[in-house]
């Protein structure tokens, strides 16, 4: 059945009438359903509150303790996406730098599919590449830094090229390269491979795109999973037949990524951060166990206790 539309008022009646949802301040709730939406924030961050057999709130639910996890999922995304944007930042700089490094300054040097792997596999990404910088160097008019090479120098570099670059064709350009420009550019991270930073990449994009685009990111669970690290092993992190149950897909698998692709400092303010906000949660939602939300998060039980100063 189709349904109907409600406003904001008839929402809340119906969340308290049939949901089992307490709202102690109805003015608060129109304000939030109008801000957020009925589905940005109910169906979006109800699944913790509600029992899996009836489908209504589990008994204490208040309409603060959705909105409540709905800011702390919102703190979680900026945090995440500024240090997200910090690796891209370095990680443009190094590529580019490498790449450049061997085969010079002219825009020649990307535009030829010589300069690229030869592996069969990627053939289909390499013509991609280079229709995406055909267009981008000779035609397109949203980056005034290319336009002004273009004009003034009929050469753009691909220092200059690889900032118009999305995190996703980066990744692309990083595994289309040469292998000993590759190792020569996952040098700059310690204990990282050329395979790692692949699997890193692919990673980091989809919980990027999650953050830029308002996702839930405290649940979201990524169809690729990170390499295998020293660090899964050093928190207890849980092993099956299928490997490492947290650190994966998960948002753990995130903070695990910033450990090898972050310098310390910001690795260190990441974490000092990322303790700020779940312990802020925890202090003003007392209908959400720690153990169910660190949990949600991937985040072991160590981890959280030694690293993130949450006591359990």
Known sequence: MEKRFLTHREQIDYLVSKKNLTVNNIEYAEEMLCRIGYFGLICGYKAPYKDPYTGNYL?????????????????LRELFLKYILRFELNARSIISYRFSEKYGAEQSAYLSAENYSSDKRYRGDVKYLL?????????????????????KYSNVPFWILVNSL????LAKFYKCMKEDVRKNSVASFNGVSPEDLDRYFSVITKFRNVCAHNDRLYCYRSPFDIPD????????????SNGYTKGKRDLFSVVIAFRYLLSKDDYD????????IVRHFL???????????????????????????IKL
């Open 269 to 276: 303010k990441f974490i000092f951060g990322l303790g700020n």
């Open 59 to 75: 008994d204490g639910t208040t309409f603060e303790d959705i909105v409540s996890l709905y800011k702390f999922d919102e703190n």
């Open 131 to 151: 229709r995406n910088f055909e267009k981008t160097v000779f035609e397109s008019k949203n980056y005034s830094y290319i336009t002004h090479y273009r004009k």
């Open 229 to 240: 690290t020293p660090f899964h092993g050093e928190y207890s992190t849980k092993r099956d």
């Open 283 to 309: 202090s003003v939602s007392a209908n959400l166990p720690p153990a169910v939300l660190l949990d949600t998060m991937g985040i072991p039980k160590d981890f959280a206790e030694r690293e993130m100063d």
């Open 166 to 169: 999305s995190i996703g064709v």
